[in-house]
T-cell receptor, first 111, second 114 residues
Framework: DQQVKQNSPSLSVQEGRISILNCDYT??????FLWYKKYPAEGPTFLIS?????DKNEDGRFTVFLNKSAKHLSLHIVPSQPGDSAVYFCAANLRDYKLSFGAGTTVTVRA | ETGVTQSPTHLIKTRGQQVTLRCSSQSGHNTVSWYQQALGQGPQFIFQYYREEENGRGNFPPRFSGLQFPNYSSELNVNALELDDSALYLC?????????????FGSGTRLTVV
């Protein structure tokens, strides 16, 4: 039962440009959404989160947008940097701290 | 402040064997969760422990079991290993609070079943 989906397995973007990662979910009861970043041979690192009662959260170069009516969220990275090349996972939580993850999107930032 | 540490980092086992993976949670974190990440997929929730009690379980068979110790460290045990158990096993710790700040993940144990 895939409740969180990332339909783009990969994204290539030029350094300095905007990266937009998308995520869809099916369970309207999710109350927190998170983005994690993962480098090879490392565990996922928490990037940014958003509560279901908000529609935008910003932290430096990273902004997450939530559209509850469409059950869709997105992560914007501006400007993209070479160090942003990694796998990005979208995850959702049901107030019980168990996360449902998407399959991930591999971002490659080209110089 | 130390993060989440897992051991071993890599492991090769034979089908039918048993394996124990270990996790030390981040200082001050009393909740530990285990996730399985198969190749090309996102992490899948196995179970969570809070104050030494299982606090929820995902869609994994009973041969996946766990323990949490008084110091909040944890073990994941898998019996009768199958080829499909080959995956990265991630441990994550957290502190339940009114605001959800997410988990701190360890680097994982790469299990290969042959």
């Amino acid at each position: 039962d895939q409740q969180v989906k990332q339909n783009s397995p990969s994204l290539s973007v030029q350094e300095g440009r905007i990266s937009i990662l998308n995520c869809d979910y099916t369970n309207s009861m999710f109350d927190y959404f998170l983005w994690y970043k993962k480098y090879p041979a490392e565990g996922p690192t928490f990037l940014i989160s958003i509560s279901s009662i908000k529609d935008k959260n910003e932290d430096g170069r990273f902004t997450v947008f939530l559209n509850k009516s469409a059950k869709h969220l997105s992560l914007h990275i501006v400007p993209s940097q070479p160090g942003d090349s990694a796998v990005y996972f979208c995850a959702a939580n049901l107030r019980d701290y168990k996360l449902s993850f998407g399959a991930g999107t591999t971002v490659t930032v080209r110089a | 402040e130390t993060g989440v540490t897992q051991s071993p980092t890599h492991l090769i086992k034979t089908r039918g064997q048993q394996v124990t993976l270990r996790c030390s949670s981040q200082s001050g974190h009393n909740t530990v969760s285990w996730y399985q990440q198969a190749l090309g997929q996102g992490p899948q929730f196995i179970f969570q422990y809070y104050r030494e009690e299982e606090n929820g379980r995902g869609n994994f068979p009973p041969r996946f079991s766990g323990l949490q110790f008084p110091n909040y460290s944890s073990e994941l045990n898998v019996n009768a290993l199958e080829l499909d158990d080959s995956a990265l096993y991630l441990c994550a710790s957290s502190v339940p609070s009114g605001e959800f700040y997410g988990y701190t993940f360890g680097s994982g144990t790469r299990l290969t079943v042959v």
